[in-house]
């Protein structure tokens, strides 16, 4: 139980980062700078692009069209969507198969939803961080470019975010995965147990019966239960 605990903080603070990370303005950074202050920042994110003077003002462009966008902006923004939605189910998931809840039915049962809950926190950790990693990229191609002649960036303050968050979703989740292994493995072991209890059980009786009933048995006193038991009729039984 402690284990399961410790997996779904984790996935959860994993996914709140990687839900965080969706409408987060700095996904890339560039400054202009002037001899004393910087004069302008340019930043960008998934939806939009920005420039901020020195006197705070921003001024911002939404991006037209959907279809008229460069492919690893698309490719980027159905990434984190689907991860923050695969999140979401894992979150659903991982709250009905913990063991310390009352919903799910068996302990089998919770054991098996709880691991299909990792495994999803799994696939949303990977996703936000091949968004994450695929944007990086493209960034830092570009800087490091001779022939790119527009404005270059750096890596803006959403991507560190999305990859802790990331991170976190998929060591959790594998926790929660490596948690049904544990559950059946206790069971098998005690199963065992049972068994191994009942064959020396039997073995212990069958050896009285057959050995020490001749040193150990007494006839029953005229006074005691069952000899007065013995003088009743098969009525008083029914």
Not at 103 to 125: E, P, Q
Not at 159 to 176: R, Y
């Amino acid at each position: 139980m402690f284990q399961e605990i410790v997996a779904f903080v984790l996935t959860t603070s994993g996914w709140v980062l990687v839900s965080s990370t969706l409408p987060t303005d700095y996904w890339k950074v560039s400054s202009l700078d002037g001899t004393v202050i910087t004069t302008a920042t340019y930043w960008s994110n998934l939806w939009k692009t920005c420039v901020t003077d020195s006197t705070g003002v921003s001024n911002c462009k939404d991006f037209p069209s959907m279809l008229a966008l460069d492919g690893y902006i698309q490719a980027c923004r159905g990434l984190m969507i689907a991860a923050v939605c695969l999140g979401f189910f894992g979150s659903v998931f991982s709250l009905v198969g913990m063991k310390c809840t009352k919903i799910g039915g068996s302990d089998k049962n919770k054991a098996k939803i709880a691991c299909f809950a990792g495994i999803v926190f799994i696939l949303s950790g990977l996703c936000s961080l091949s968004a994450c990693s695929l944007y990086a990229h493209r960034i830092t191609s570009e800087f490091f470019d001779p022939m790119f002649v527009a404005q270059k960036y750096e890596l803006g303050a959403a991507l560190f975010i999305g990859w802790s968050g990331s991170i976190l979703c998929i060591l959790g989740g594998s926790v929660f995965c490596f948690s049904i292994t544990g559950s059946f493995s206790k069971r098998h072991s005690q199963t065992n147990y049972v068994y191994k209890g009942g064959v020396s059980h039997s073995h212990i009786s069958s050896y009285t019966r057959g050995q020490a009933k001749s040193a150990t048995e007494r006839p029953p006193a005229e006074n005691s239960s069952s000899s007065k038991i013995q003088h009743f009729d098969k009525n008083v039984y029914v």
